[in-house]
């Protein structure tokens, strides 16, 4: 019984010393979250001018928050201002056949946030999420400039919301682990 026990110590005594924690593992507590009513997520401005994307950060945005334990209400005592600064894309790796065309890129979605409890700001910043896409090629013999272009289009869009995703998860992050 008291070699078990000792065991037992010593075990614990190892697992606090490694960095291990028993219990709750966001610090949404030290700001009291999920004991009020929870986090309103509103949207406050989106300057990218794509009105498709406004419903897409605030549900990628409750989600993520929910998947870090942080409650989500229409009427929360917090509420969690969002706004879809740009998003914008860059190419990253070129073809081999022609160095100027570019066939890789990558979408980057820029969000600021800010948190407020009663009027008063609580936690904000600015997050960035990015999604890679590739381009394909024209066949010969095609319209290579109209290929490309519907193609590019088509993919760019896609990535949209794996990069809003990512930068909503950074925000819920940030919230979740109170700072």
Known sequence: MIRSSVAVLSLLCF????GYQLGPVNNAH????????????VLDR????????EPLIIRSVQNALAHHGVKTSQGGDYELK?????????ALRSSDRQVLAASEFETRAQTSWVLLRQG????????TGSATFFSALAREGSDFTTLRNVNFVQASRL???????????????????GF
């Open 46 to 53: 989106n300057l990218t001018l794509n009105k498709t994307l």
């Open 30 to 41: 030290k700001l009291g979250i999920n004991n009020t009513g929870g986090v309103k997520v």
């Open 120 to 127: 008063k700001q609580v936690l904000g910043g600015k997050e």
């Open 159 to 177: 990535s949209y919301p794996q990069a809003i995703q990512e930068a909503a998860q950074s925000i819920a992050s940030k919230i979740a682990q």
């Open 15 to 18: 697992l606090s010393s490694c």
């Open 82 to 90: 969002v706004s879809l600064d740009e998003v914008d894309y860059r």
